[in-house]
Nanobody
Framework: QVQLVASGGGLVQPGGSLRLSCAAS????????MAWYRQAPGEQRLWVAD???????NYTPSVKGRFTISRDSAKNTLYLQMNSLKSEDTAVYYC?????????WGQGTQVTVSS
């Protein structure tokens, strides 16, 4: 079993920044691909970014150049640095890991971009 606890969301003005964190209960952040997804009201949950066990990041085109995914193995924590935020980034953000053939999700953290 793995527990993922996401945090760091909040209300921010357009153009602002936030850093999301996802703390894992096991030392898996460097062992598996970990990802961030987001779900806007009335829409499907969509993939935002992931980082492979080898440290290679990937991003959906709409966030490339603005968001950075990273990890800290010593803290068992995944991060998502979000800069130049836009209103369309408003969503609940979820961290995700597939470990030991099971998919795990964090509880979600709300990000609202509004003036």
């Amino acid at each position: 079993q793995v527990q993922l606890v996401a945090s760091g969301g909040g209300l921010v003005q357009p153009g602002g920044s936030l850093r999301l964190s996802c703390a894992a209960s096991r030392s898996i952040v460097s062992s598996v691909t970990m990802a961030w997804y987001r779900q806007a009201p009335g829409e499907q949950r969509l993939w935002v970014a992931d980082i492979s066990s080898g440290g290679i990041p990937n991003y959906t085109p709409s966030v490339k150049g603005r968001f950075t995914i990273s990890r800290d193995s010593a803290k068992n924590t995944l991060y998502l640095q979000m800069n130049s935020l836009k209103s369309e980034d408003t969503a609940v953000y979820y961290c995700n890991a597939i470990w030991n053939f099971r998919t795990y999700w964090g509880q979600g953290t709300q990000v609202t971009v509004s003036s």
